[in-house]
């Protein structure tokens, strides 16, 4: 078993940042690759971004140049930090590991 623990959401302005957190309890195999999901009630949910285990990162289209995931191996943590954010970007957003979820973590953009 994992447990993944977000943390770093609220409430924030448009054009506004936000960093988001997230820790997990081990490390599987050697393998750091992690990422963060966001899901608004009803809707699928999407990859927002990924980072592997080689540092490789990947961005869904509409937050490229505003989000960047970084990681802190020696702690097991993934951060996501959200820059000139827009009420699209409204969501819970879950962190990822393997098959594990973390519990999610409301971002609320206003206007």
């Known amino acids: 078993q994992v447990q993944l623990v977000e943390s770093g959401g609220g409430l924030v302005q448009a054009g506004g940042s936000m960093t988001l957190s997230c820790t997990r309890s081990?490390?599987?195999?050697?393998?750091?690759?992690m990422a963060w999901y966001r899901q608004i009630p009803g809707d699928q949910r999407e990859l927002v971004a990924s980072?592997?285990?080689?540092?490789?990162?990947k961005y869904l289209e509409s937050v490229k140049g505003r989000f960047t995931i970084s990681r802190d191996d020696a702690k097991n943590m993934v951060f996501l930090q959200m820059n000139e954010l827009k009420l699209e970007d409204t969501s819970v957003y879950f962190c990822?590991?393997?098959?594990?979820w973390g519990h999610g973590t409301l971002v609320n953009v206003s206007p």
């Open positions: 081990r490390t599987i195999l050697g393998i750091s690759a």
């Open positions: 990822n590991y393997f098959n594990y």
């Open positions: 980072i592997a285990t080689n540092g490789t990162t």
